[in-house]
């Protein structure tokens, strides 16, 4: 796979395994061949915390490569995996961070420029780390210390937010996630060091509610976090790119909401 | 000012006065020389209930003419004319979309299809009317009946919502406006009947709080009705286009904020 027709400029993929006590990995699209640093974009996966889908996985990963970034996917844990799962995969996206930059150099990265976004439950789990990156529990279980976990901006598409704003609704999935609800109402442990945040979602959304979306926003504007906020009337739930790429069934590639990359690319662009 | 140069297809620029007790008018930017029927634009400018800027009134207008919109924009009633001035504007807003109905066919209108967009202060006006259109008091005394002033759809650049959303915070002011808050607070009249709505705003708005878009989203997503919201993080109050025709001190051409135009044109072709 080369972006140019040159010898050496052919993308690397790696896969990167985060701890021996889990099936948690990094799967990476880097550019190479040249002498420049890219920002890095890590992709947070939907998927009900029982699987990931690995196709749109990559799909989104390498859209965010096309547009000059290193890109990652993260496949955490699953709940058949570790009950209750959580914190755990947001302890695997701190452990991804810290490795990201602590390969830097050799994968050409900016150190300072490490993105994460997150989709569906995988909204939940970088929503969380937002909220957390700094919290000392999070980071002894990742075995990392803040500033090598900090990340530099968070995209939020259709995030489940908090188990109080409509999903899951099966209280079984739920006691699969945490004993310990409000410790994973992520729009309740927003605060002032909460990273830039780009939220996307559809009004029509019909598996997780647009309220979820909107009450991660309203916090992150309460604590003056840098926040843009696009809902988009029409669609369902799970449209990733919103195009013909990661369509799914009909009514899935939508341009109104295909939007979104464009214009969260431009936020991370204005950001400092 | 033509827009083909062909004989016939020149703009028609007309001026509608409204009641014989208002300063009250209409102006409009008429698309004229074919058989075509256009969807129609009212600009609902700000200015604090004091004033309008004309010349970005104008230019608002503009805009949506040059999209294939007949396109107006109101020139309401000012707290130097009447005081209490609400609801004076919303009733004049009442009478603009019944008068543009009335003259649909002459026009060159379709008449289910006539739009309002309206600006800080403007934006107050039209998610009232919004609320209101089908409201009898409003009706009485605009003179008309709900289906003559029901819009198609409403457009809300950010917006005054609420006197309880932080602005104005001159109480002097509020007492210009009306001694009964409660019933201007936009975000607390939202019903069944609201139409399409689509909001914009800037997160870091210094004069308008964000807070006042928010509240009246989160009112409509409440009420299930059609809505699409963009927050752009940066950005001052005001900014109308966003771009060098309104711009009108440095920092307020910005072209991530100046999306929100193609966004809600979009928007618009999305809908019924």
Same mark, same amino acid.
């Given at each position: 796979?080369?972006?140019?027709? $040159? ?58 490569? =096309? ?23 947001? !302890?695997?996206?701190? $452990? ?13 990265? #900016? =150190? #300072?420029?490490?993105? &994460? =976004?997150?989709?569906? &439950? ?17 980071? $002894? ?29 099966? $209280? ?16 309740? @442990? ?11 979602? *559809?009004?029509? #959304? ?20 840098? *926040? #843009?906020? @696009? ?13 013909? !790429? ?27």
């Amino acid at each position: 796979m080369s972006y140019l027709n $040159q010898g050496g400029f052919v993308m690397k993929i790696i896969t990167q395994s985060l701890a021996s006590d889990s099936a948690a990995y990094l799967q990476g699209y880097l550019r190479q061949g040249d002498s420049a640093t890219y920002p890095a974009m890590i992709i947070v996966p939907g998927g009900s915390y029982t699987h990931i889908p690995e196709q749109q996985a990559e799909d989104l990963a390498l859209a965010w490569s =096309a547009r000059g970034y290193q890109a990652f996917f993260l496949r955490y844990s699953f709940v058949a995996e570790k009950k209750p799962l959580l914190p755990a995969p947001v !302890v695997e996206l701190a $452990q991804s961070v810290a490795v990201i930059r602590q390969n830097a150099a050799a994968w050409q990265i #900016d =150190a #300072d420029q490490i993105n &994460v =976004a997150g989709f569906s &439950v995988g909204g939940h789990i970088v929503a969380l780390f937002n909220d957390l990156w700094h919290d000392a529990h999070i980071n $002894q279980l990742a075995g990392t210390r803040p500033e090598q976990v900090k990340p530099h901006a968070v995209i939020l598409g259709y995030p489940v937010i908090s188990p109080k704003l409509g999903f899951p609704t099966d $209280q079984e999935m739920l006691a699969s996630w945490t004993d310990d609800p409000n410790s994973i109402a992520a729009d309740e @442990h927003v605060n002032d060091r909460n990273v830039p945040t780009f939220i996307w979602v *559809t009004a029509a #959304d019909p598996l997780v509610p647009v309220q979820n979306a909107m009450s991660y926003a309203q916090a992150s504007l309460a604590h003056h976090v840098d *926040t #843009d906020l @696009h809902v988009f009337h029409h669609g369902s739930h799970g449209l990733a790119l919103a195009n013909h !790429v990661t369509a799914w069934k009909p009514g899935t590639s939508l341009p109104h909401v295909a939007h979104w990359l464009d214009l969260a690319e431009e936020w991370l662009n204005e950001l400092d």
